[in-house]
């Protein structure tokens, strides 16, 4: 345990009861800060980072998990969509599972199971997404790992694995080639300043890993902080961790006219106040990358440090120390599948279709794409068009695997 996590617990301990009096009330009613006139009154300590993760958006992720074994039932939060499934085995740490997350939704999967079958991956055997306590998509509980012997993996939903099974997605490849632990630090939805935000909070409060795989996400995402609530216990005893309430933008799906769409009515949301030039090209985005990939090399130093870039789903950057241009997902699938890359998924060129059996059943070409360059959160597909939109799948993970042990291999 760090320093900085010993006088935490020691502070939180010494105000168990502190909210005892409040009985009967929502914990973020009395624990959330409603005012922020008198907050440089307070001792810093009285603020941390806490984690964000894929459920603490708006509400602490104790609140959001359900709290009884074997019960998805919602505790607290009922406007939430999904639902959480609690496990526990004996002597360890809980953990939460769900069947769908983020743009893989079951809606998305039943259209899929319809176009293609039974020949698609994903029609019999179901994607589980597993969370820890800290809500973050690993099987071990941050307090149980040996972080000086662990490797951190950290990005957006690509390193997350939106829409692929735990065993393909990049993390737990590399975990298998290195023969260590690679912990999975990663938020979809989510910006460069979230990467430093966590990364910072876990050395601060469990020390440095052995080595950290950064996939830097689109330099335009970034975080509007609107709340905060401090960690520790509410009026039932229960433990909060800390948290910093937010708005993950994404410019091009965020619009000035709509970034305040579906907000709640707490006060909290005042805070949400972003100007239109914020959805532009401008320096801000480019510091934010920067300033999370030096502070990253100043913790870790620069050899410990393995970063590549995905600024945008259709290819992927080497590390920018290579003046190459980035790969295309035509020049990394075999030569037999070339074409239909070329015309259906680069460009326009040709239709899906015309890649059909004579019989109308799919192609080997169009089974790889389906099973191998995709994931399962396809956006959409139409018989005529195919396949459209969505995160990308083992082809593509495969290749980011391939850069990464190369730089590995090249330090060690």
Not at 48 to 64: F, K, M, Q
Not at 87 to 98: A, I, M, N
Not at 339 to 368: A, F, H, M, R
Request: with cysteine.
């Amino acid at each position: 345990m760090s320093e900085f996590d010993r006088k935490r617990k020691q502070l939180v301990e010494k105000e168990k009861d502190k909210w005892i009096e409040k009985q009967g009330k929502l914990p973020w009613e009395y624990m959330r800060f409603d005012t922020w006139d008198g907050a440089n009154d307070l001792p810093m300590d009285e603020f941390d980072l806490g984690w964000r993760n894929s459920v603490n958006i708006t509400h602490p992720a104790e609140y959001i998990f359900s709290t009884k074994l074997n019960d998805n039932s919602n505790p607290g939060v009922s406007a939430t969509p999904l639902k959480w499934l609690k496990h526990q085995k004996k002597g360890k740490k809980p953990y939460w599972t769900t069947g769908f997350l983020g743009l893989d939704t079951d809606d998305k999967t039943e259209n899929m199971k319809k176009h293609i079958g039974e020949q698609w991956k994903y029609y019999n055997v179901p994607i589980e997404y597993r969370l820890n306590k800290q809500g973050f998509r690993c099987d071990t509980d941050f307090d149980e790992v040996d972080w000086r012997n662990s490797y951190v993996i950290t990005g957006c939903s690509h390193t997350f694995g939106i829409g692929q099974y735990m065993n393909e997605t990049m993390g737990e490849i590399l975990s298998k080639k290195l023969n260590a632990p690679v912990i999975n630090l990663s938020v979809g939805g989510t910006g460069n300043d979230t990467i430093m935000h966590n990364f910072v909070h876990l050395c601060r409060k469990y020390g440095k890993p052995k080595g950290i795989f950064v996939l830097w996400t689109y330099p335009y995402r970034f975080t509007k902080n609107i709340g905060y609530q401090r960690e520790g216990y509410d009026a039932q005893g229960q433990y909060f961790d800390s948290v910093w309430h937010r708005r993950d933008l994404l410019p091009g799906q965020c619009t000035p006219k709509n970034y305040r769409d579906n907000i709640g009515p707490n006060k909290m949301w005042e805070h949400l106040q972003v100007h239109e030039h914020d959805f532009l090209p401008n320096p801000e985005m480019y510091y934010r990358r920067t300033l999370a990939q030096e502070t990253i090399h100043a913790i870790m130093g620069d050899e410990r440090v393995y970063e590549l870039r995905a600024d945008n789903p259709a290819w992927m950057w080497t590390e920018d120390v290579k003046p190459v241009s980035p790969y295309v997902l035509s020049e990394c699938v075999p030569d037999a599948y070339k074409d239909i890359v070329l015309g259906c998924i680069e460009s326009n060129d040709k239709k899906w279709i015309d890649y059909s059996n004579p019989d109308g059943t799919l192609s080997k070409e169009q089974l790889y794409i389906v099973n191998r360059v995709k994931c399962r959160d396809i956006v959409s597909y139409t018989d005529e068009n195919g396949p459209q939109g969505g995160h990308w799948g083992e082809v593509i993970n495969k290749l980011y695997i391939k850069q990464w042990l190369e730089l590995h291999a090249e330090r060690n």
